[in-house]
């Protein structure tokens, strides 16, 4: 496959945690087979809550028989260098600030989204 850019739509967090799991449990199996690729996270509606610090701690769950701590995910996909990106418009409603966010997520408007669209990245959501 040519094209090795992604971009996932993320829209819960506590609400529909095998969600998130779902997700980041994808995007950390891409890009250990293929570092070149390219991985975005953009967080919209309930999904900006990911961002702020002290709630992926708390949130785990059995996943292969064993326990995954989504905090330790959260980790190592910032340490594969996935970008997470954060929906201005959301953030007021689910109390999210820029002085509360985990460092590495970047704040973006939703018209963000279609940018990476137009530079080529495959969206990819789950709905669970």
């Known amino acids: ?48 809550m990911l961002a702020k610090k002290g709630v992926v701690e708390n949130i785990s769950m059995e996943f292969e028989g064993k326990q995954v701590n989504f905090g330790e995910m959260l980790e190592m996909l910032l340490d594969f260098d996935v970008k997470f990106y954060v929906c201005h418009g959301f953030m007021p409603g689910f109390g999210i600030t820029n002085e509360n966010m985990i460092e590495g997520f970047e704040v ?10 137009l530079k080529g990245y495959i969206p990819l959501s789950l709905s669970l």
């Open 1 to 48: 496959m040519d094209n090795k850019k992604f971009v996932f739509i993320l829209s819960h967090t506590t609400t529909n945690p095998v969600e998130v799991l779902g997700l980041m449990k994808i995007a950390s199996n891409i890009k250990a087979f293929s570092d070149e690729a390219e991985i975005a996270i953009f967080l919209i509606n309930e999904g900006v």
């Open 108 to 117: 973006k408007s939703s018209s963000y989204l279609g940018e990476l669209l």
